[in-house]
């Protein structure tokens, strides 16, 4: 079965510092990846998603993420943090082929300090 | 272009009562998934709808049932409430051709049990 780690709850930076939020994933083939942003009382906007070739990824708001099938990592990361980007983090991973099931990882709070 | 939308945006209900949450797609979408996110978690799959037949479901008892209309609209049923039902639920669309893979959400809605 698939499973996503995010094992940071909380993270806190300072406006303009660097940011890298971690994700472990378990699946035995290739897997689908996701980034997800939710901030409070919204749904979730993907960030971005990899799903072969490149294994550094750049999605929107000026987030990459660098899929390393080594570590079974896809961690997000941002040169530069703005305080809007102040929000709950998702990880996910899908299995290919049929239908799309995806399994979220439990979530990263990201704090921003002005 | 409308995204998607999801009423009501709260709801409070009774331990055995009945629910239907609804969801409206994104014009040129025919694929829905519904999730169940709880406090301070990932959103779990519910299951998914695929021009209006059941295309794939997670770990949920068969009193959470769902329909796909013509217009892509759809709904989430939930029979005989549980006070462990109260979460956030969130519907997320998915254009023609991408098999789910690339999601939408709705801001969701807020069910709480008492």
């Known amino acids: 079965a698939q499973s996503v780690t995010q094992p940071d709850i909380h993270i806190t930076v300072s406006e303009g510092a660097s940011l890298e939020l971690r994700c472990n994933y378990s699946y035995g083939a290739t897997p689908y990846l996701f980034w997800y942003v939710q901030s409070p009382g919204q749904g979730l906007q993907l960030l971005l998603k990899y799903f072969s070739g490149d294994t550094l990824v750049q999605g929107i708001k000026g987030f990459e993420a660098e899929f390393k099938r080594s570590q079974s990592s896809f961690n997000l990361r941002k040169p530069s943090v703005h305080w809007s980007d102040a929000a709950e983090y998702f990880c996910?991973?899908?299995?290919?082929?049929?239908?799309?099931?995806?399994?979220f990882g439990r979530g990263t709070s990201l704090i921003v300090h002005p | 272009e409308t995204g998607v939308t999801q009423s009501p945006t709260h709801l409070i209900k009774t331990r055995g009562q009945q629910v239907t949450l609804r969801c409206s797609s994104q014009?040129?979408?025919?694929?829905v998934s519904w999730y169940q996110q709880a406090l301070g978690q990932g959103p779990q799959f519910i299951f998914q709808?695929?021009?209006?037949?059941?295309?794939g479901r997670g770990n949920f008892p068969p009193r959470f049932s769902g329909l796909q209309f013509p217009n892509y609209s759809s709904e989430l049923n939930v029979n005989a409430l549980e006070l462990d039902d109260s979460a956030l639920y969130l519907c997320?669309?998915?254009?023609?051709?991408?098999?789910?893979?690339?999601?939408?959400f709705g801001p969701g809605t807020r069910l709480t049990v008492t």
């Open positions: 709808y695929y021009r209006e037949e059941e295309n």
């Open positions: 996910a991973v899908g299995a290919a082929g049929g239908s799309y099931i995806p399994t």
């Open positions: 997320a669309s998915s254009p023609a051709g991408t098999v789910g893979y690339e999601q939408y």
């Open positions: 014009s040129g979408h025919n694929t």
